[in-house]
């Protein structure tokens, strides 16, 4: 059984950093796409950066290039936040999809994903 969970979330201010964190579980493939999302509240999700568990290949959202790093190591996919926005607070969720590799247009719709994380959420204050 896949599980994701993440961590790390916090409240913060403008221009502040954080590290979220997702562990992951349960499947044995080493060749995943892995990806962050976020959700504001009476927003849609909105796809933040992916990463390719086999060949670690990253792609990232125009809103975040350049303040966000996604990584990983073992089976924990982590998302290096900098100079935090207010625009930035959601909740943000971690996703899976196992067996593949990430795709341009991955971050466009989150139904790309078949696997998710509970979520964590994520404040910035001015």
């Known amino acids: 059984q896949v599980q994701l969970v993440e961590s790390g979330g916090g409240s913060v201010q403008v221009g502040d950093s954080l590290r979220l964190s997702c562990a992951a579980s349960g499947y044995t493939s080493t060749s995943n796409c892995m990806a962050w999302f976020r959700q504001a509240p009476g927003k849609e999700r909105e796809g933040v950066a992916t990463?390719?568990?086999?060949?670690?290949s990253e792609t990232y959202s125009d809103s975040v290039k350049g303040r966000f790093t996604i990584s990983q190591a073992k089976n924990t996919v982590y998302l290096q936040m900098n100079s935090l926005k207010p625009e930035d607070t959601a909740m943000y969720y971690c996703?899976?999809?196992?067996?593949?590799?990430?795709?341009?247009?991955?971050?466009?719709?989150?139904?790309?994903?078949?696997?998710w994380g509970q979520g964590t959420q994520v404040t910035v204050s001015s």
């Open positions: 996703a899976a999809r196992l067996s593949t590799t990430c795709r341009s247009w991955d971050l466009s719709d989150h139904r790309y994903f078949p696997y």
């Open positions: 990463i390719h568990t086999g060949g670690g």
